[in-house]
């Protein structure tokens, strides 16, 4: 990156330090130079010195100056052949400023513990003629599927970032859940937090948590056995359209987490999270819907019970993105 630019913290990167949201949007600056950018004052989170373990709040702006290139030695490993394929065989759009893939459900966005391959580790596979590497500019959960951008400059990140928190864009999930949802459409306006419940961290409702919205629209019913339901949350929090169906008493199929055993169906074979990114609109600089097709393993559940996996309809189009 060849000059400073200024980030706003995302809603989905409230809370993380510093440092790992440095790893997160520039994966290839190492820890060592990021410490010295941090010690020198070039980089500076609402105009002040902050330190690497800096908790960061949604809206915070964050300097990034010119960031140095890696040292041979610390440069990520070259992909393979077959990455790089792979990864090129996901784009569903490409234009000069970002590009959108359809994640496969399974593979997660990020590194974790035990993780080694992820979108994040092979985003170099998506730089084609762009001076700068790519980066992502929001997630999805590793069970779901979908489209997902990856900004292709940190000007475009900024941009990308600035219409999510202003909620400037409109997403659209697909799932089936499990049951028959009371209402044909509705808007659900519960608040989540995180607990842990012996080792496993998970969210549930809660007065004390922060606020949720997401609409949904039953876009097809199979009896009262289960519902062919498209969603389009209004906040990020995590697991918010997982907690919300388990709510409306229809947990998402397959999501054992959320809904338990009521989250399967005898004689289904379903025993993935069927939660699907179906598309995103953008409005900035002009409007741009991208939509993405169900993952072949998905497209046999909803064939199985006559769903219609085409349509291209938006439920949500009167909603202001």
Same mark, same amino acid.
């Given at each position: 990156m060849s000059r400073v630019v200024t980030l706003e913290v995302a809603a989905e990167d409230a809370g993380i330090r510093l440092d790992r949201w440095f790893r997160r949007h520039f994966p290839d600056l190492p820890h060592g130079r990021l410490e010295k950018l941090l010690r020198t004052g070039q980089v500076r989170v609402d105009g002040g010195r902050a330190k690497a373990s800096a908790r960061l709040d949604a809206g915070s702006r964050v300097r990034v100056p010119p960031l140095p290139a890696a040292a041979p030695g610390e440069r990520q490993p070259a992909l393979s052949k077959d990455d790089i394929a792979f990864m090129r065989s996901l784009v569903i759009h490409r234009d000069e400023r970002l590009i959108a893939i359809n994640k496969p459900p399974g593979l997660p966005v990020q590194g974790g513990s035990g993780l080694t391959r992820h979108i994040d580790g092979m985003l170099d596979a998506l730089r084609f003629d762009a001076p700068e590497r790519p980066r992502l500019v929001h997630r999805l959960d590793r069970d779901t599927s979908g489209v997902l951008l990856i900004a292709r400059s940190a000007a475009a990140a900024a941009a990308l970032g600035e219409a999510f928190r202003a909620r400037e864009t409109r997403k659209t999930y697909w799932a089936i859940v499990v049951g028959s949802p009371p209402a044909n459409a509705g808007r659900i306006d519960l608040p989540i937090a995180k607990v842990m419940k012996g080792d496993v961290e998970r969210m549930e409702p809660d007065e004390e948590g922060k606020r949720a919205i997401t609409h949904y629209a039953v876009l #097809?019913?199979?009896?009262?056995?289960?519902?062919? &339901?498209? $969603?389009?949350?209004?906040? @990020?929090?995590?697991?918010?359209?997982? &907690?919300?169906?388990?709510?409306? @008493?229809?947990?998402?199929?397959?999501?054992?987490?959320? @809904? !338990?055993?009521?989250?399967? +169906?005898? @004689? &289904?074979?379903?025993?993935?999270?069927?939660?699907?990114?179906?598309?995103? #609109?953008?409005?900035?600089?002009?409007?741009?819907?991208?939509?993405?097709? +169900?993952?072949? #393993?998905?497209?046999?559940?909803?064939? $199985? $019970? !006559?769903?219609?996996?085409?349509?291209?309809?938006d439920p949500f189009a009167e909603l202001e993105p």
């Open positions: #097809e019913r199979a009896g009262r056995r289960a519902a062919f &339901v498209a $969603f389009s949350p209004i906040t @990020g929090r995590t697991h918010q359209i997982r &907690v919300h169906a388990a709510s409306l @008493g229809t947990p998402i199929l397959g999501d054992g987490k959320y @809904g !338990g055993a009521a989250a399967f +169906l005898p @004689g &289904v074979d379903a025993d993935f999270l069927h939660l699907h990114a179906r598309a995103i #609109e953008l409005n900035t600089p002009k409007k741009l819907r991208i939509v993405a097709p +169900l993952p072949p #393993e998905m497209r046999k559940t909803w064939d $199985f $019970f !006559g769903f219609d996996a085409q349509d291209k309809s």
